[in-house]
């Protein structure tokens, strides 16, 4: 067999292979070299532009701006990395490019010119669009398509006055679907007032909402607006609903009934024009059945009610959450991480994320500070997560767990604990399931899916095992 060697390889073959252009401009300002990436970008033949004047063949939007970007290489002698502007091809459409330039030097040192890589970054653009557009409402962004029936019946409950209750667990954006409803409802230039209804204890819980007059309790040295009247015109987001007591659960219905409400230690009727949606992470319906919640507010309530899925429900969406993040950052903290290496992307993908989006994004803002280059590598993330997506990997290598003839498990990191039975494989399945239904919050379906076995496979084995929800153990 011929070997591959040096000699043998023709740059040229190389360079035309790239989809990036790439072009070297000698000190005359003329372009001496043009891939193939590069003609098609700009719309011109090879004659047309070898030997060319550089301005003539790459209408670059930098030098129209007296910014030409070989002078500042020239200039500074410092590489230029990742500038992002636009040319103008050769039919006069405007292409947004990102340039890289460095300074071409000969044996001896000296600069004869600057070779210029470039790309086209207009599918990216429009990606980035589609995400905002399609993909999005408001600052919610998410392309699975439970995300895209929210995204659907939004405008249209937007347009409306209808209590809304929105459920999902912590960290999944129920203020964000808040403020998108008023943002785009006729509400929208009237005020958005947001409250905590877990943050506070109940007699200081109905001064916040509904105001108290001076002398009411000790301490109340004035009359005091409450919240739903501040937000008179506007819309107010509860916040953590089901924590409210069973005393303010009555004012509160009161309210959406009749729009009226009295200030803590008042005697006079405060009328409102309020709009009122409420959020919660309890199951209002299961405390409702155990008496802890009224059952005529809760309906009241949930007039249209939405439902926000956990991140793990929505990978798919994680790199778009991803590049919305890093994007945010960048201009925060004043960098410039352009991508993921791939082996972070693959713990992001397959990370649990019990504080969903919320969490995906304090992940990020830690590697952002991390992270020194232009890529966010796996040694910028938190070392839990990392851990975590190691243990799965492992985890998920049991169900295929192979005996070689001299005995002993292939590829296996994991320890069983408990008493070892008559079969140690058996033993590290059942430990691998156990911690893996740990992980997935005890939800069969997401474990079954990891383990890479059906559901029904997946109960018969945990009944095999005398696995329950009590530690792993049979009962």
Known sequence: MRQLTEEKIDPEVILNALNDGVVTIGLDRRVHYINEAALRILGYSRTEALGAECSQVIRCAACSSSECLMDRTLETGQDIRSYDTYLVNKTGQQVPITVNATLLRDEDGQVIGEVEVFRDISEQIKLTEELHGKYSFGRIIGKNHRMQQIYD????????????????????????????????????????????????????LESELFGHVKGAFTGAVADKKGRFELADGGTIFLDEIGDISPATQVRLLRVL?????????????????????????????QMVREGKFREDLYYRLRVVPLHLPPLRERHDDIPALINHFLSGFNQEMDKDVREVSPEAMDVLMNYPYPGNVRELENILE?????????????HALPSEVVQTRRGLVQINTIPQLSQPPGGGLIGVAVRPSGPTGDNPLKQVEREAIVGVLDQCSWKLGMAAERLGMSRTTLWRRMKEFGIDKRGGHAA
């Open 257 to 285: 009934q009749e729009e009226a409400f009295e200030p803590v230690g008042g005697n006079h009727t405060v009328r409102v024009d309020v709009r009122v949606i409420a959020a919660t992470h309890r199951d209002l319906k």
């Open 366 to 378: 830690h590697a952002m500070v991390l992270c020194r280059g232009s890529q966010l590598t796996l």
């Open 153 to 204: 019946i939004l405008p249209s409950i937007a347009a409306t006055k209808t209590t809304v209750l929105i459920e999902g667990e912590t960290g999944t954006g129920k203020e964000l679907i808040a403020h998108a409803l008023h943002e785009h409802s006729a509400r929208s230039g009237k005020p958005f007032v947001k409250f905590n209804c877990a943050a506070l204890a109940e007699g200081v």
